[in-house]
């Protein structure tokens, strides 16, 4: 076992802390000396994770492009099945062919469907993980689904963004199902959240305008880890930030306490499809670490 026996500290002002930002500190650590123990430390900032007022875990960077996707029938879907369970059968079947019909985005799913269906065009080709994309253990992307977990209304939700996919086949595009929607993970793109080009891809890829506006605002893009309070039972936040006094941050604490159980029984999305070129390695850290947070991989409901 190898333990660096140097470690220094980092201070750092981050705009993403609180409302008006705040000091961030960093661990760095070497095996080697202080002074590189300095140089890790000093690293570059791939993302930060704070919580929003409803008290969310929410990751805000300009590194990775993250697009959200309001698909409201695809959120009236995730409240039933919530609430009755998954349907299956022939109910199941007609209720999925009802929504599709019912939002915009879905029905130019559909038609997009109909195209490629009748055109003999692929779907979008499915990533291959390697080496180089840094991705090791549990830390490894999923390239595609588990069978049978994707609706006929998501896939037609989805094929916008797929049709996006094939006309950029230069980026990296990953497609996640959440409670309300659809999240997309765009890499390659080297967009910073402020630039005309992320505004140009946000908005071609359907993303809500609210959203739009705020990366260019805050210059970061933003993905929500945990669950929204009210989906998991859990009571309102009931202080604010910064703490007006000891009890406050008491109160904070309870419920970060009482929220934290209450949502281990969800997950925020599960991913549809990955398809592309590999992320590099700091969109891939930060990809692993979104995962992770956000359970993609386990069967649970979305909240």
Same mark, same amino acid.
């Given at each position: 076992m190898e333990l660096p026996q140097h470690w220094v500290t980092a201070d750092g002002f981050s705009p993403h802390l609180g409302r008006a930002g705040g000091t961030l500190t960093v661990w760095g650590w070497s095996t080697e000396s202080e002074a590189d123990a300095v140089r890790v430390a000093s690293g570059a900032l791939l993302g930060v994770v704070t919580r929003n007022r409803m008290g969310c875990e929410v990751l805000c960077t300009d590194l990775l492009f993250i697009a959200d996707v309001d698909v409201p029938e695809l959120e009236d879907a995730t409240t039933r099945r919530n609430a009755a369970g998954e349907g %299956?059968? =022939?109910?199941?079947? +007609? $209720?999925?062919? +009802?929504?599709? %019909? !019912?939002?915009? /985005? *879905? /029905?130019?799913? @559909?038609?997009?469907?109909? $195209? /490629? !269906?009748? #055109?003999?065009?692929?779907?979008? %080709?499915?990533? &291959?993980?390697?080496? #180089?994309?840094? @991705? =090791?253990?549990?830390? @490894? =992307?999923?390239?595609?689904? /588990?069978?049978?977990? %994707?609706? *006929?209304?998501?896939? !037609?939700?989805? &094929?916008? =963004?797929?049709?996006?996919? $094939?006309r950029h086949p230069d980026l990296g595009v990953r497609v996640y199902r959440t409670a309300a929607g659809l999240r997309v993970m765009v890499t390659g793109a080297a967009s910073p959240p402020s630039s005309d080009r992320a505004r140009a891809l946000l908005t071609e890829l359907g993303s809500d305008p609210l959203y739009v506006e705020l990366c260019a605002t805050h210059d970061s893009y933003r993905a929500r880890l945990t669950p929204k309070p009210f989906r998991v039972g859990a009571r309102a936040l009931p202080v604010s930030w910064p703490f007006a006094d000891e009890g406050a941050r008491g109160r904070y604490e309870e419920w970060v306490s009482e929220y934290g159980g209450r949502a281990s029984g969800y997950a925020v999305c599960r991913l549809v499809s990955a398809s592309g070129p590999q992320p590099g390695p700091d969109e891939q850290r930060l990809v692993a670490l979104h995962d992770a947070r956000c359970r993609v991989s386990e069967r649970l409901p979305l909240a």
């Amino acid at each position: 076992m190898e333990l660096p026996q140097h470690w220094v500290t980092a201070d750092g002002f981050s705009p993403h802390l609180g409302r008006a930002g705040g000091t961030l500190t960093v661990w760095g650590w070497s095996t080697e000396s202080e002074a590189d123990a300095v140089r890790v430390a000093s690293g570059a900032l791939l993302g930060v994770v704070t919580r929003n007022r409803m008290g969310c875990e929410v990751l805000c960077t300009d590194l990775l492009f993250i697009a959200d996707v309001d698909v409201p029938e695809l959120e009236d879907a995730t409240t039933r099945r919530n609430a009755a369970g998954e349907g %299956t059968g =022939v109910a199941a079947s +007609i $209720r999925s062919a +009802i929504e599709s %019909t !019912l939002d915009p /985005r *879905v /029905r130019k799913g @559909a038609a997009g469907f109909l $195209r /490629r !269906l009748l #055109s003999g065009d692929p779907a979008p %080709t499915p990533m &291959e993980l390697g080496e #180089s994309s840094g @991705a =090791v253990g549990a830390d @490894a =992307v999923p390239a595609s689904p /588990r069978p049978g977990e %994707t609706s *006929v209304a998501e896939s !037609l939700a989805c &094929e916008p =963004v797929w049709e996006f996919a $094939r006309r950029h086949p230069d980026l990296g595009v990953r497609v996640y199902r959440t409670a309300a929607g659809l999240r997309v993970m765009v890499t390659g793109a080297a967009s910073p959240p402020s630039s005309d080009r992320a505004r140009a891809l946000l908005t071609e890829l359907g993303s809500d305008p609210l959203y739009v506006e705020l990366c260019a605002t805050h210059d970061s893009y933003r993905a929500r880890l945990t669950p929204k309070p009210f989906r998991v039972g859990a009571r309102a936040l009931p202080v604010s930030w910064p703490f007006a006094d000891e009890g406050a941050r008491g109160r904070y604490e309870e419920w970060v306490s009482e929220y934290g159980g209450r949502a281990s029984g969800y997950a925020v999305c599960r991913l549809v499809s990955a398809s592309g070129p590999q992320p590099g390695p700091d969109e891939q850290r930060l990809v692993a670490l979104h995962d992770a947070r956000c359970r993609v991989s386990e069967r649970l409901p979305l909240a």
